[in-house]
């Protein structure tokens, strides 16, 4: 059950309004050796004599990245039918087992790493109504390193 915050009100004593029109108060006396005559207005306004400032840069709004299309599992198992040359009723039941123990990995908090993949960490968790959300973060290497060059060993 949620708790209820009370607050409480504060007399306050009520003052005459006065129908006379404040003062306004005095300006404060700045120091001369602060005053640049060059930023005055008419120096402004006159391009020989303005102060030189910086350029002003037009900055766009940075665009989120989003994924161009999201794969379904029957597009997967085609792609997969595709890549390997089997028939789609050998490829079907792997592809199932594979998305299951998947999904089982991730929901002990298990990491994995393979080589065509890449290495995939599991960086928070948030129980939300009807699930759960998992934030991942997948590490690739962007391109492999030559074992060897041609007439080096080893």
Excluded: C, H, W, Y
């Excluded at 108060?25 to 005053?35: H, L, M, Q, S, T």
């Excluded at 029957?74 to 595709?82: H, P, S, T």
């Excluded at 994995?112 to 690739?140: C, D, N, Y």
């Amino acid at each position: 059950m949620a708790t209820r915050k009370t607050t409480t009100t504060r007399k306050t004593t009520s003052r005459a309004k006065s129908t006379t029109a404040r003062k306004p108060a005095a300006a404060k006396a700045k120091p001369a050796a602060a005053a640049k005559p060059e930023g005055t207005a008419a120096n402004l306004m006159d391009p020989a004599t303005a102060p030189t400032a910086a350029k002003m840069t037009v900055v766009n709004s940075a665009e989120p990245v989003v994924a161009a299309t999201q794969l379904k599992k029957k597009d997967f198992i085609d792609r997969v039918v595709a890549a390997s040359g089997l028939k789609k009723k050998d490829v079907k039941p792997v592809v199932e087992t594979t998305l299951a123990e998947l999904g089982a990995m991730i929901s002990e908090g298990s990491e994995m790493q393979t080589p065509e993949l890449g290495k995939l960490m599991i960086q928070r968790r948030k129980e939300v109504s009807g699930g759960e959300v998992v934030v991942l973060k997948l590490r690739r290497k962007t391109a492999e390193k030559p074992l060897a060059n041609d007439g080096e060993e080893g």
